[in-house]
């Protein structure tokens, strides 16, 4: 066992079994309706873990959580603007558990032993899923005799979760298997420490560019914290050396990953341009549109609607008619053909809340949670936000499902501090 159960109270085991079937029906698509339940049970038994008068302290220390809950009445009130109200409503639901965590979850008080339980559950969970992913990818490829089958959105095919998303769990729980070897006092660091290398060796052949980019920077930047703080030359240089060989080691037999890395030369773009779309398992080309040159022509196009409406924004239900007239406007076929978005959480907020909303998302999920993390001297969450700050750059997280049932739930929960705070009545 990784932990204890018995010091547990009989709510907090509760709670605790609905936080782990969340997180295990989170990450299979076709679980979605169950999650929905589970999502809904989990509110509700946050909600009843304290009382209101309790809930109203909490709210005093954290002010974030007004900043999320003031976030989520603007997208209310866009979606209220829309013309097509309909559809704002549908986007609307999308983001609602960015009203439901902040008010459940985000106003708890836990001790911090269970708190680290769940957030080592969550790694376990991760680290469990993506060895089925590998062995079904594995499988696959092998009947197929196809070996681009273990990479991207293949390697995730058996859950049904765009890769990115899942890169970026990935990433959260080598940040907790590394906490708890580090600082931890829990048991099977052996078993964490091959966790963590197996989940890098994964997160290579995901191939999410920025996800794969912030492991390693990451991993750096620690490294040389910790020497510095700790004077742990020896042990500090090793593990950056450990890391170099073994990105050479995987770089050598299974190149696809790092062929993603080349598209960055090519950011030139014609809107026009008919050229196919690169993969990692193709020869990368200057005429071939890229997850580089996309995203700027892509950008290009949501600034532009921005700048045609920028104090409110065109609105939650319009946002996609308004970013389609503008691709149309460009002649942009790639991205009328395949209805894309922005590619961008940040754009998305700021041409479709306009430049006011976009002030109150940075201030509730940004500012105010990093401030937090820094009084409170809680380095993992710090990491955690910054790790959700540069992923928002690239894709829309709060577009999809499980971008924001993890921002959702993660940046509240990793924010609970209970130094300050009474413990639950129990």
């Not at 109150?360 to 820094?374: E, H, R, S, T």
């Amino acid at each position: 066992m990784l932990f204890d159960l018995q010091e547990l109270t009989k709510k907090e085991k509760g709670f605790i079994a609905i936080v782990l079937l969340y997180f295990i029906t989170l990450y299979f698509a076709r679980l979605s309706g169950v999650n929905s339940v589970i999502t809904g049970l989990l509110v509700v038994y946050s909600f009843s873990m304290s009382t209101l008068q309790e809930k109203k302290e909490v709210l005093k220390q954290r002010p974030y959580i007004l900043g999320m809950l003031l976030f989520f009445l603007a997208l209310v009130i866009s979606t209220l603007l829309s013309e097509d109200i309909a559809w704002g409503m549908h986007h609307l639901k999308i983001r609602l558990p960015l009203l439901l965590f902040p008010a459940s979850i985000g106003l708890l008080q836990l001790n911090r032993s269970l708190k680290d339980k769940i957030l080592l559950s969550f790694a376990v969970i991760t680290a469990l899923v993506a060895v089925l992913c590998l062995v079904t990818s594995i499988y696959a490829a092998t009947t197929a005799n196809r070996t681009d089958y273990m990479y991207n959105d293949a390697l995730t095919g058996i859950t049904r979760q765009q890769s990115v998303y899942m890169a970026l769990a990935v990433n959260f729980a080598i940040y907790i298997f590394a906490k708890n070897i580090l600082f931890g006092i829990g048991k099977q660091k052996g078993m964490m420490l091959l966790a963590i290398i197996f989940l890098f060796a994964f997160s290579y052949l995901l191939a999410s560019r920025i996800m794969f980019a912030l492991l390693i920077g990451t991993t750096l930047c620690f490294s040389i914290y910790y020497i510095i703080r700790h004077r742990k030359i020896l042990e500090g240089v090793t593990l950056v050396f450990v890391l170099f060989l073994g990105i050479l080691a995987i770089n050598k037999f299974m190149p696809s990953t790092f062929n993603r890395y080349k598209e960055l030369t090519y950011r030139g773009f014609d809107f026009e341009s008919r050229g196919k779309e690169s993969h990692y398992n193709m020869k990368v080309t200057p005429d071939q549109w890229n997850g580089a040159n996309f995203r700027l022509a892509a950008w290009t196009c949501g600034l532009e609607v921005f700048q045609n409406s920028p104090l409110k924004g065109v609105d939650l239900g319009d946002k996609e008619a308004a970013l389609l007239e503008k691709y149309k406007e460009k002649k942009f076929y790639i991205a009328i053909e395949t209805d894309k978005n922005v590619h961008s959480n940040y754009l998305d907020i700021l041409f479709s809340l306009g430049i006011i909303g976009f002030i109150i998302f940075l201030a509730g999920w940004i500012i105010l949670p990093l401030a937090f993390a820094y009084k409170n001297h809680n380095g993992l969450a710090a990491i955690v936000i910054l790790t959700f700050a540069a992923a928002w750059i690239t894709e829309v997280y709060f577009g999809k499902n499980f971008g924001t049932m993890l921002v959702g739930f993660f940046i509240p929960f990793i924010l609970i501090d209970d130094t300050k705070t009474k413990k639950v009545q129990q």
